[in-house]
């Protein structure tokens, strides 16, 4: 292969925040959310410049080790070879440890970045192959699925492929994500899975986990009995009390709710007339948000103007 040209012209990639498994869809069931982080890349003739303002201003590495970087360079060998230098500009809203997808947020920004400025790159890294590339960095699909495609996402494996279907979330739904102030690490709660789980529980959560695709999508009065969960959320509490304590007191309330992917981040899908009400019950301590529901995915946007 070739080794590539590059795009002199600055790219601009818009990501989704996600929340992945939605109660009983471990690793498999994600929806992103109105809640984005923005890169914007430029080919440079030598070095690498890392700016980052919001979330991880203080904390992220400014050099190679960057996870969004990793991820343009992982997609540049994929794509015949990396160019000299790189101008790299990222405005971070996504909370960071807090179960709402930055990791994948990064991965997507920095792999959609690559192929943008790369002429011919989709073309050489298609999108089924970016899906592989995204899952391969960060080491299952739901995140990232839902990230690159928008909606409501179901991602499998199949024959050591990583495959993924998108559907339309019922409009009506309105995110609300309680977001507590300290994070969690990925690593960390899922050191608290046991190796095995009872036949029943695997049970229950096979049906819930159907029926959620179908509360999701059509009937969002079946949400409450759709987010039960045995397979995860119960193991994990330990390390993640406050936000234990939250799903079960709004459930109780009768509000669909569960924590969003390894934690801590409560989600909660509102109907809209009630949304305002579940933003107010958490009490001190969080960080209430309420999210429309992103249907686009990661996107190439222009560097001013429409896309705001």
Same mark, same amino acid.
């Given at each position: ?27 498999? $069931? ?94 050489? $890294? ?6 592989? $590339? ?175």
């Amino acid at each position: 292969m070739a080794h590539p040209a590059f795009r002199a012209a600055p790219v601009r990639v818009r990501v989704p925040a996600t929340s992945a498994n939605l109660g009983p869809g471990f690793d498999a $069931l994600g929806l992103a959310l109105g809640l984005y982080d923005d890169v914007v890349v430029r080919v440079a003739d030598s070095g690498l410049r890392v700016d980052i303002a919001g979330e991880g201003a203080e904390t992220l590495p400014r050099d190679g080790t960057h996870l969004l970087v990793r991820s343009m360079y992982t997609a540049f060998e994929a794509l015949g070879g990396r160019p000299h230098g790189l101008d790299v500009v990222c405005a971070n809203r996504i909370p960071h440890g807090r179960g709402l997808g930055s990791s994948s947020a990064a991965i997507c920004a920095g792999l959609i970045a690559a192929r943008a400025v790369t002429p011919g790159g989709e073309a050489r $890294l298609d999108d089924t192959a970016l899906l592989e $590339l995204a899952t391969e960095i960060e080491g299952h699909p739901d995140n990232v699925a839902a990230c690159l495609l928008g909606g409501f996402t179901l991602a499998w494996g199949e024959g050591g492929a990583t495959r993924a279907i998108r559907m339309d979330p019922d409009p009506s739904l309105v995110p609300v994500v309680f977001v507590p102030a300290e994070p969690l690490l990925t690593e960390t709660a899922r050191g608290l899975l046991p190796r095995t789980v009872p036949h029943a529980d695997a049970a229950l959560n096979a049906g819930r986990a159907a029926l959620l695709v179908e509360a999701i999508t059509r009937r969002p009065e079946l949400l409450l009995p759709a987010t039960e969960d045995r397979l995860h959320q119960e193991y994990r509490a330990p390390a993640m009390p406050g936000s234990a304590d939250l799903v079960a007191r709004l459930r109780a309330d009768g509000v669909p709710a569960v924590i969003s992917g390894a934690g801590p981040t409560v989600l909660a899908l509102a109907a809209d007339g009630e949304a305002e009400k579940v933003s107010r019950s958490a009490g001190e301590g969080w960080t209430a948000n309420r999210l429309a529901l992103d249907t686009a995915g990661a996107r190439v946007l222009p560097l001013t103007g429409s896309g705001e």
